[in-house]
């Protein structure tokens, strides 16, 4: 059974930041790893993916600011935010798939485990 738990959300001030972690009960070395967020009202979406061979994507929207990792040993990927915003504001959950990533931007049907979400709050 593939397991997924996200931890590290909270509420901050504009500017400030936040680590998200997800350990997952797979070999992150050969699942791609996601994260993704959703706010109320809005669709799903791929916020960034590190995969097995340790390549990244990342949104527009957050390129610059949000880094991802991941600890094979641990397997654990983390969502680094630095510079966090307002619009930043949403469920965080993260995801896996076998195999390699998306070569595209990851949209959330490509995946097929999912955490239950962190609560991630950034006020102006």
């Known amino acids: 059974q593939v397991q997924l738990m996200e931890s590290g959300g909270g509420s901050v001030q504009a500017g400030e930041t936040l680590r998200l972690s997800c350990v997952v009960s797979?070999?992150?070395?050969?699942?791609?790893m996601g994260w993704f967020r959703q706010a109320p009202g809005k669709e799903r979406e791929g916020v960034s993916t590190?995969?097995?061979?340790?390549?990244?994507y990342y949104a527009d929207s957050v390129k610059g600011r949000f880094t991802i990792s991941k600890d094979s040993a641990k397997n654990t990927h983390y969502l680094q935010m630095n510079s966090l915003k307002p619009e930043d504001t949403a469920t965080y959950f993260c995801?896996?798939?076998?195999?390699?990533?998306?070569?595209?931007?990851?949209?959330?049907?490509?995946?097929?485990?999912w955490g239950q979400g962190t609560q991630v709050t950034v006020s102006s």
């Open positions: 590190i995969s097995p061979d340790g390549s990244t």
């Open positions: 995801a896996a798939r076998f195999g390699r990533c998306p070569t595209l931007a990851p949209v959330p049907v490509q995946f097929t485990h």
């Open positions: 797979v070999n992150v070395n050969v699942y791609c």
